[in-house]
């Protein structure tokens, strides 16, 4: 069998619904919001980009980010694998093309923030490259960044 080819697509109208219904696993529900809710909030946001996460040509997961304030950073909003299709490879292969792409868009930093937590993400964001920056926002959000 080979390896399915994971790629970031854009949502259509045809589409939209399908994104809607991929959901983390219960435990983890409390770290992202629901993918319905990130589409909602990327329409009354002009910078966000946001897209589906597939597996050859099956939607797999849901990824969206927006320019840091300074214009060098790149900011990940939401991220997500559906439970049924985590442990893959394909939260790596995901991330990776978004990080990929961002020197060409001019960007020298990516950035993200996490609840901590036992079904949290942060493991998986170490394994990428990100750290923690030390910093806490208020809803009790930390901060990872990876220079590009
Ligand atoms: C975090 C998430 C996107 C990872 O997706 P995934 O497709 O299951 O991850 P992968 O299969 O690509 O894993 C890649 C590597 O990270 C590791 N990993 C995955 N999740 C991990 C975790 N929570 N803690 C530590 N390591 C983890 C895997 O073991 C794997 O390691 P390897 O490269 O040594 O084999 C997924 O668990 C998820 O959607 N979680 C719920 C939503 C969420 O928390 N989003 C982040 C909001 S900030």
Redesign the pocket.
Known sequence: MTTPVVTLREITAETVRAICELE??EA?SG??APNAVSIAQAHFNPAAVFRAIYADEAP??FIMWRPGDDGASCF?W??????R???????????ALWLNGLPALGYRLAQ????PGD??????????GFRDTGEQRANGERLMELVL
Do not use: C, N, T, W
Request: net charge positive; hydrophobic share 40%; proline share 5%.
């Open positions: 983390p696993h983890q770290f992202v797999v997961g990940l939401r991220f997500m694998i559906d439970g299709h985590q442990g893959k490879g394909y939260g790596r292969e995901a991330i993200l923030s996490y609840l079904a949290g993400p942060h493991g998986f964001y170490l394994v990428q």
